[in-house]
Each structure stands twice: as structure tokens, then as C-alpha cells.
């Protein structure tokens, strides 16, 4: 019986756990509360007078305790509406990842098992570059995630201020290596750096200066320094 996720996953996880966690709050800002429905076929969503085009992700079963993804799905497989569960698929396939190609990830022996199937909701947004997940019941005892595919959902760009803050918080979501958070992070917002054993440097974007990460003898995080550009 599995009882945690395999180290590739954990560090592909942790490539999109700062940015991740940004686009999230950014997902939960953006689509009010209130009842929602969703139509497979044309890949729409509702929730609170919003309508978003969607994708599904995935499901947990509470009882099984157990993850199936959509690309998986029997009812669902080769539609439209896993196209972006099957391209997490292809990636898996391509990188080596066993838990994104699993058409079904047994989590009972996880501690939390809850977690670890949003642990894998969370990991699939970052591989599809999707702007936020949305889980939602879908019977007594399933839960089904879907991933929005839709312009209107905002995207957070890289805010030097909070820059700090916004590493740290996506460093402590998994704690394996806040190296690849800090990557990630960058990659992601498509920001040049360079690595060096004891810290990362980084040129912010549009000229706004840079930005200097250092990490301690266990890897951790020791500080994150800006050197703003006056004006930019």
C-alpha cells in the first residue's frame, strides 16, 4: 500500500506550489459563492451568476479513497471535456511520473487522504498551466475537481513586494526542496535567473531590478533581497 507520492512528483508538485497558491486566491476572488452546475458537453460552468469554460480534472471517491482522472473517466474519456486532464496525462508519460499516468491513484494509505488528492488536483493546474482548480460535490461521497479554461479568470503577474511572502508561503506547502518552488515560481512568470549552489538571481520584469535568493545549509530559504530600480 502507497503511503506517500513518489519524489518526482513531490518536486513537480513544488515547481508550481508559489505561483500556484497565488493563482488559487486569485480563483477564489474572482467566482462568488453560491450553487453551482456544470454541462459536460459544452464545458461550461456556473456558480454565483460566473460561467466559465471548463475542463475536468479529476475525482475523489471518500469511500474508496481513491483519485481517478479525467482522461480516465469511462464516461468522459476522449471527449472535450478531459482535454486538459489528457495533456497532464502526456506529460506524466513524458517526465516519468507515475501518479499523472495512473488512470486511478489509491490514496487510502495516506495519512490525509483528502490532502493527497488535493495535493494531486494542485499538481495537475500546474502541469496544465491552468489558472485555478475548483472542487465541488458531486454526490454524497465524490468529489470532482475541474480545471478552468477561460480567459476571464485572472492571472496574478509577479509582484516584487510581495515577492518574499509569496516564496516563502509556496516553500512551506511541502517543505522537500524550496529550490524548485523558487524555479518554478520564475519559470512560470517566465523570469531569467541564474542558479548558484547557495542562491538564485533573478532579473524582475520590465527593468524593475532583481531579486537575490539565498538558501541555507539545509536548503531552506534564508532571504529574499530586492534591489528595485528607482522609478521602474
Given at each position: 500500500?502507497?503511503?506517500?507520492f513518489?519524489d518526482?512528483f513531490?518536486?513537480?508538485?513544488?515547481?508550481?506550489a508559489?505561483?500556484?497558491?497565488?493563482?488559487?486566491?486569485?480563483l477564489m476572488?474572482?467566482?462568488p459563492e453560491?450553487?453551482?452546475?456544470a454541462?459536460l458537453?459544452t464545458?461550461r460552468?456556473?456558480?454565483?451568476g460566473i460561467?466559465?469554460r471548463?475542463?475536468?480534472?479529476?475525482?475523489?471517491?471518500?469511500?474508496?479513497?481513491s483519485?481517478m482522472?479525467g482522461w480516465?473517466?469511462?464516461?468522459?474519456r476522449g471527449?472535450?471535456?478531459v482535454?486538459?486532464?489528457?495533456a497532464?496525462?502526456r506529460y506524466g508519460r513524458?517526465?516519468g511520473?507515475?501518479?499523472l499516468t495512473a488512470e486511478?491513484v489509491?490514496?487510502s494509505?495516506?495519512?490525509?487522504?483528502?490532502?493527497a488528492?488535493?495535493t494531486l488536483?494542485?499538481t495537475g493546474?500546474g502541469?496544465?498551466?491552468a489558472p485555478?482548480y475548483?472542487?465541488?460535490p458531486?454526490?454524497p461521497?465524490?468529489?470532482?475537481y475541474?480545471?478552468?479554461d477561460?480567459p476571464?479568470v485572472?492571472?496574478?503577474?509577479?509582484d516584487?513586494?510581495a515577492?518574499?511572502?509569496?516564496?516563502?508561503?509556496?516553500a512551506?506547502?511541502?517543505?522537500?526542496?524550496?529550490?524548485h518552488?523558487?524555479e518554478?515560481?520564475?519559470d512560470?512568470?517566465?523570469v531569467?535567473y541564474?542558479?548558484?549552489?547557495?542562491r538564485?538571481?533573478?532579473?524582475?520584469?520590465?527593468?524593475a531590478?532583481?531579486?537575490?535568493?539565498s538558501f541555507?545549509?539545509l536548503?531552506?530559504?534564508?532571504?529574499?533581497?530586492?534591489?528595485l530600480r528607482?522609478g521602474?
Amino acid at each position: 500500500m502507497v503511503e506517500t507520492f513518489s519524489d518526482v512528483f513531490l518536486f513537480e508538485a513544488e515547481r508550481h506550489a508559489a505561483w500556484g497558491a497565488a493563482q488559487l486566491e486569485a480563483l477564489m476572488g474572482f467566482v462568488p459563492e453560491g450553487e453551482w452546475s456544470a454541462d459536460l458537453v459544452t464545458c461550461r460552468y456556473q456558480q454565483g451568476g460566473i460561467e466559465l469554460r471548463v475542463g475536468v480534472l479529476g475525482t475523489y471517491d471518500m469511500n474508496e479513497q481513491s483519485w481517478m482522472w479525467g482522461w480516465a473517466n469511462p464516461g468522459l474519456r476522449g471527449t472535450e471535456a478531459v482535454a486538459l486532464a489528457g495533456a497532464v496525462e502526456r506529460y506524466g508519460r513524458a517526465h516519468g511520473i507515475p501518479e499523472l499516468t495512473a488512470e486511478v491513484v489509491d490514496l487510502s494509505g495516506f495519512e490525509d487522504p483528502r490532502r493527497a488528492a488535493e495535493t494531486l488536483a494542485f499538481t495537475g493546474m500546474g502541469v496544465a498551466e491552468a489558472p485555478g482548480y475548483i472542487g465541488a460535490p458531486a454526490g454524497p461521497a465524490t468529489q470532482v475537481y475541474f480545471l478552468p479554461d477561460d480567459p476571464q479568470v485572472p492571472r496574478p503577474v509577479l509582484d516584487p513586494v510581495a515577492l518574499p511572502r509569496t516564496l516563502l508561503a509556496g516553500a512551506g506547502l511541502i517543505g522537500r526542496s524550496p529550490r524548485h518552488v523558487v524555479e518554478g515560481y520564475f519559470d512560470h512568470h517566465g523570469v531569467p535567473y541564474r542558479s548558484e549552489p547557495t542562491r538564485l538571481l533573478a532579473e524582475l520584469p520590465h527593468g524593475a531590478g532583481a531579486a537575490e535568493v539565498s538558501f541555507d545549509a539545509l536548503g531552506r530559504i534564508a532571504g529574499v533581497e530586492l534591489k528595485l530600480r528607482p522609478g521602474a
